[in-house]
């Protein structure tokens, strides 16, 4: 098939076992890394959005001398559209088994429902519930169809691939309920994928931070587990390091610390919002407040819709935990 005109991603054997794998979407706007896993077993670790297995995920095993059929286990890092979308396709192809963490299974199964819970509240926190059907066809494109999963993961599950290679399953929510981290302690490899999230993927815009004190305590935890190696699900941005999606040695905890920061500079600023215009006031003021606090420590710029990608989850995430206001599903 014809390689789409925004694909330039190299795929990165970056272990003996490992190789990154990445996609683009939205008409490369969006990109997404997977990892595929060679032991005994072929395991593959995110599938990407609907369309990925057929335009990165099988040209890449073609080059190793593997196809889609190959695939024996997919390992879903959580539920989102841009990790999850591509599992019928490969589930199809190979008739694998798909894992994924039991709280995130839920959304998995129903993308509509995932869209609900993590997007749709965007729209209708700014007054702009009239766009949320046009917004939920889009993501059931690249949401595709679900598959069905034949495990539901729990912290402490041990996956064993055959030659030496075994993940233990960390448990670490806050860009949603099931997150996982993928721990190959004896390589001292962590594969977190959105679990830490930088400053976001997008130049200009924010981490996609659901449930801060979920994600305030899962950052500490992949910190304690000192890994040397960090395998992210993006290209992550931060504050002061360079954009990449993995990171080595001594960048790994620097990589967590400054995510642990930015979550600070998010809080603080919406803080300083609400001590200015008071708890009452409509999330939408708030929130522009908030952002012109930030604008003080991070870079920043509004995308198509006026906001800067992310903001409106990232802002009402911190809204809602200091005001005890409620958003649907959460």
């Known amino acids: 098939m014809t390689a789409p005109r925004y694909w330039h991603h190299t795929d990165f054997p970056f272990h003996r076992a490992l190789t990154q794998i990445g996609c683009y979407w939205e008409e490369g706007r969006g990109h997404t890394e997977m990892y595929l896993i060679r032991g005994e077993r ?29 695939v024996e286990v997919v390992i879903n890092s959580h539920g989102h559209h841009d990790h999850a979308g591509g599992n019928d396709a490969v589930h199809r192809a190979a008739q694998c088994e798909i894992w994924i963490h039991r709280d995130d299974a839920p959304i998995a199964r129903d993308p509509d429902a995932a869209f609900d819970l993590f997007f749709a509240r965007n729209l209708s926190l700014v007054g702009r519930a009239s766009r949320l059907e046009q917004a939920r066809v889009a993501h059931r494109v690249t949401a595709g169809q679900p598959a069905p999963i034949a495990r539901e993961l729990v ?9 030496g290679i075994a993940f233990r399953v960390v448990h670490t929510p806050g860009h949603t309920r099931g997150c996982i981290t993928l721990h190959w302690e004896a390589e001292g490899i962590a594969i977190s994928e959105d679990s830490a999230l930088g400053r976001g993927s997008r130049p200009g815009g924010m981490p996609l931070i659901f ?37 080595y040695g001594d960048l790994v905890a620097a990589f967590l610390r400054e995510s642990a920061e930015i979550q600070e500079h998010i809080e603080a600023a919406m803080d300083r919002a609400l001590l200015a215009l008071g708890t009452g006031a409509p999330f939408e003021q708030l929130a522009r407040g908030a952002l012109r606090h930030l604008e003080e420590e991070m870079d920043l710029a509004a995308g198509p819709d006026g906001w800067p990608n992310g903001a409106i989850g990232a802002l009402s995430s911190a809204w809602a935990a200091r005001t005890g206001a409620l958003i649907a599903g959460h």
């Open 42 to 70: 072929l395991g593959l670790i995110d599938t990407g959005v609907a369309s990925t297995p057929a335009e990165y995920i099988e040209p890449a095993l073609r080059s190793m001398g593997l196809s889609l059929r190959d």
């Open 211 to 247: 449930y801060p004190d979920l994600y305030r305590s899962s950052l500490q935890r992949i910190e304690g587990l000192r890994p040397r190696v960090l395998c992210l699900g993006h290209h992550y941005l931060t504050l002061r390091q360079t954009r990449e999606s993995i990171r």
């Open 155 to 163: 912290d402490g599950d041990v996956l064993d691939f055959g030659r």
